[in-house]
């Protein structure tokens, strides 16, 4: 079982759409989670941390559920420059001071929205 | 503030030679990380330094190699290439706490082609 698995896409949407990308992961020791969004030939670019409580960024919601090991992202009233691949990426820590762990990305899924 | 900057950009390599590719943190990062990022795939960490030592690694056999200099830049090295070995490789940098993971900054990348 992969690491971190992420839906496979891509989803095609016409603007204005709802988009859910669902993501789970497999190690439960893992302490922080991501979503990242990628522009084609680009570097990824974080665009927000998830909570266990959730939280909302304008029109992008992420969820995380640690007991399913479940993150969501939802992006409301897609917009034509939300075009891009959207990386889902767990952090688990090596338990000593100072480490930054390493980041663990999902495959992504790529979303294309459609005028 | 200049972010994490990354050379060079685009590299052509023959199969059976040797590349080193560098990377400068953001201003004020004490924490490198390498990723490889092939086609259509989410990025693989290759290994991470901190205080000029290699701290964790990823699944990458000993062809790869690297460095960290006292101001904090860093080398990837991948010896006897392998066409397998084509793709995009991002360096990230953050700060090590003992609060735990901090936000990581992706440079654009390094695109090796190796024919």
């Known amino acids: 079982r992969k690491e971190v698995e992420q839906d496979p896409g891509p989803f095609n949407v016409p603007e204005g759409a709802t988009v859910a990308f669902n993501c789970t992961y497999s190690n439960s020791a893992s302490q922080s989670f991501f979503w990242y969004r990628q522009d084609c030939r680009k570097e990824p670019k974080l665009l927000m941390s998830?909570?266990?409580s959730g939280n909302e960024d304008g029109r992008f919601t992420a969820q995380l559920n640690r007991a399913s090991q479940y993150i969501s992202l939802l992006i409301r009233d897609s917009k034509l420059s939300d075009s891009a691949t959207y990386l889902c990426?767990?952090?688990?820590?090596?338990?000593?001071?100072?480490?930054?762990?390493?980041?663990?990305f999902g495959k992504g899924t790529k979303l294309s929205v459609k005028p | 503030d200049a972010g994490v900057t990354q050379s060079p950009t685009h590299l052509i390599k023959t199969r059976g030679q040797q590349v080193t590719l560098r990377c400068s943190p953001k201003s004020g990062h004490d924490t490198v990380s390498w990723y490889q990022q092939a086609l259509g795939q989410g990025p693989q960490f290759i290994f991470q330094?901190?205080?000029?030592?290699?701290?964790q690694r990823g699944n990458f056999p000993d062809r790869f190699s690297g460095h960290q200099f006292p101001n904090y830049s860093s080398e990837l090295n991948v010896n006897a290439l392998l066409l397998g070995d084509s793709a995009l490789y991002l360096c990230a940098s953050s700060l090590a706490g003992l609060q735990g993971y901090t936000e990581a900054f992706f440079g654009q990348g390094t695109r090796l082609t190796v024919v």
């Open positions: 998830v909570y266990s």
């Open positions: 990426v767990v952090n688990t820590p090596l338990g000593y001071g100072g480490s930054q762990g390493n980041l663990i």
């Open positions: 330094y901190y205080e000029e030592e290699e701290r």
